[in-house]
């Protein structure tokens, strides 16, 4: 009898999520801690509680530049922890079963066409939008094998020096990271906020939430900082439609929640930016799986993975 179950992983810059997954692309239980130092033994203590002998294998959804052939992160600016470790073979020797590795946003798009937003596209592209800035493409109802790293296009030439060693990367203008810096820095010069007055006035602890919380309650330079970083994303997106013209760009990650600011601004941005023939035909959609699209799709990752092996065989 075919295993039915597989364990997906969403490893990124800031938590590491762990689900038992169904083939039908179904959470039957998951967890999400906080990435800290011990990678390997964070990811392999959430896997543990999880294996049993129904498991197909292990999908390992990581940020960063995957090496196929070694099945390594060459490189991965949010979470250097992993760069050129071996995680599949360390998870390998401990549990005995399949493990794949994928970058987390290609996971995360798989994800959505496998069972979400994306299952009636056949093209689209899929940001992640959270910590950092990461990318998926759907090609012809596969997901194309290639870096995608759209965080990292150059939107500014002779920008902000970016965590990868580039300058100007969409990442260093768009990022929750990015926002979070932008106010700190503002408040430090003395710009008046609400936000001045949050966590008794220790500003170095807010979030993207607070900013967007604050942002609603009118709060100008919430605002202003949240419109900035949706300009610089929709500079992003309109690159990806002038040359990918998809049928659909899909966000996803924490920073969809400030939808009707930082979105929005986005959204009016590429407007202006793309071709309007190629803008007009594109739908920018959120994610239906949310969170949870990096762990679906990581474990969809191992289903096709044994189909195709068996096709092979």
């Known amino acids: ?22 083939k039908d692309g179904e959470i039957i239980r998951k967890m999400k801690e906080p990435v800290s130092g011990g990678v390997i033994d964070l990811t392999i203590r959430l896997a543990k509680s999880f294996v049993n002998e129904e ?18 992160v060459l490189t991965s600016p949010n979470l250097p922890a992993v760069e050129g470790v071996s995680l599949v073979n360390s998870i390998k020797e401990k549990f005995r079963v399949p493990v794949f ?6 996971a995360a798009a798989f994800g959505e066409k496998w069972i979400g937003v994306g299952k009636e596209f056949s093209n689209f592209v899929l940001f992640t939008l959270g910590t950092g800035i990461g990318g998926g493409i759907i090609h012809d ?16 030439a002779d920008g902000e020096k970016c965590h990868c060693g580039n300058s100007g990367c969409l990442e260093s203008y768009a990022s929750a990271r990015a926002l979070l810096s932008n106010v700190i820095s503002a408040l430090e010069s003395g710009r008046e906020s609400i936000l ?14 607070d900013i967007y919380r604050t942002a609603l309650d009118g709060d100008i330079l919430a605002r202003e900082m949240l419109k900035d970083a949706g300009k610089n994303l929709g500079i992003g997106i309109a690159n990806i439609i002038n ?15 400030a939808w009707d600011i930082y979105i929005q601004e986005a959204i009016r941005e590429a407007s202006r930016r793309s071709f309007k023939e190629l803008f007009n035909k594109v739908k920018i959609i959120p994610s239906l ?16 993975n044994m189909i195709n092996r068996r096709i092979s065989e």
């Open 141 to 156: 109802k596969k997901l194309l094998k290639v870096a995608a790293e759209i965080g990292h296009i150059t939107i500014h």
């Open 243 to 257: 040359v990918m013209s998809p049928e659909a760009i899909v966000l996803a990650g924490g920073l969809t929640g």
């Open 289 to 304: 799986l949310g969170d949870d699209a990096g762990v679906i799709g990581s474990a969809g990752i191992v289903f096709e």
């Open 101 to 106: 590795i994928e970058n987390d946003a290609n």
């Open 1 to 22: 009898m075919s295993k039915r179950l597989a364990i997906g992983v969403d490893l990124g810059g800031t938590n590491l999520r762990v689900a038992l997954v169904t």
């Open 55 to 72: 498991i197909a294998g292990i999908g390992l959804g990581v940020a960063g530049l995957i090496d196929r052939e070694s099945s390594k």
């Open 196 to 209: 001045k007055g949050l966590f008794n006035g220790n500003f170095y602890k807010l979030t993207a939430e």
